[in-house]
């Protein structure tokens, strides 16, 4: 089945340690999202990728940087982690960013920072 | 993008129809309405979406008056694995605009 792909799904850095998350996608999709979810809290755009144009959003710490490879592959790199780092990060895809292009989300890799 | 209000919690019994209410008064000519659920430990998945009056699919119906500015989701029959966090969104069909999710609603099935 097409999907969208999270690895690893648990992953524990230490302070100030950098650290990549990865995410890949079957779906041939032009969008790639990044999402930052905390605990009880509704999930937070990062950034996103249409095709190889990159939107950082306004309030996104400097501390977060994506690269994307190629269409299938995007990465999430934390320069240095902090404490409050620590969250789910979702990576979820569209084939555009219309209302009419519905995001399918991966299962998340949980981040704790040590 | 509209700003959506959607109650924090809810409880209902297995087997019973949930409506959960979502108000977006500045709501947009071009917006629709979107519903996401998302499961503990999983990212959202798409439920359903609409622009006015009625849509209804094999997971839920969706319930937009004429003024547009509040939508009910409506979940039939519910069973314990409906236990999950239902987001409403009112976002344009424009290139730009992304989704933003509000805090959602935690709605928990009990037996």
């Known amino acids: 089945d097409a999907m969208v792909i999270q690895n690893p799904r648990y992953q524990v850095t230490q302070f100030g340690k950098p650290v990549t998350l990865s995410c890949s996608q079957t779906?041939?999709?032009?969008?790639m999202y990044w999402y930052q979810q905390k605990s009880s809290q509704a999930p937070k755009l990062l950034f996103h990728?249409?095709?190889?144009?990159?939107?950082n959003e306004a309030d996104t710490p400097d501390n977060f940087q994506s690269r994307r490879p190629n269409t299938s592959f995007c990465f999430l790199d934390i320069r240095s982690p902090g404490l409050g780092d620590a969250a789910m990060y979702l990576c979820?895809?569209?084939?555009?960013?219309?209302?009419?292009?519905?995001?399918?989300f991966g299962p998340g890799t949980r981040l704790t920072v040590t | 993008l509209a700003k959506t209000t959607q109650p924090i919690s809810m409880d209902s019994y297995e087997g019973q129809e949930v409506n959960i209410t979502c108000s977006h008064n500045?709501?947009?000519?071009?917006?629709?309405i979107t519903w996401y659920q998302q499961f503990p430990s999983q990212g959202p998945r798409f439920i359903i979406q609409?622009?006015?009056t009625k849509v209804t699919n094999e997971v839920a119906s969706l319930f937009i008056p004429a003024d547009r500015k509040s939508s009910t989701l409506s979940l039939p029959r519910v069973s314990l694995s409906d236990t999950a966090v239902y987001y409403c969104?009112?976002?344009?069909?424009?290139?730009?605009?992304?989704?933003?999710f509000g805090k959602g609603t935690r709605l928990h099935i009990l037996p």
């Open positions: 979820a895809t569209s084939r555009g960013t219309g209302d009419l292009y519905e995001q399918y």
């Open positions: 969104l009112a976002k344009a069909r424009d290139r730009d605009d992304k989704i933003i």
């Open positions: 779906l041939n999709h032009n969008v």
């Open positions: 990728y249409y095709d190889k144009d990159f939107n």
């Open positions: 500045n709501i947009a000519t071009n917006d629709y």
């Open positions: 609409g622009y006015k």
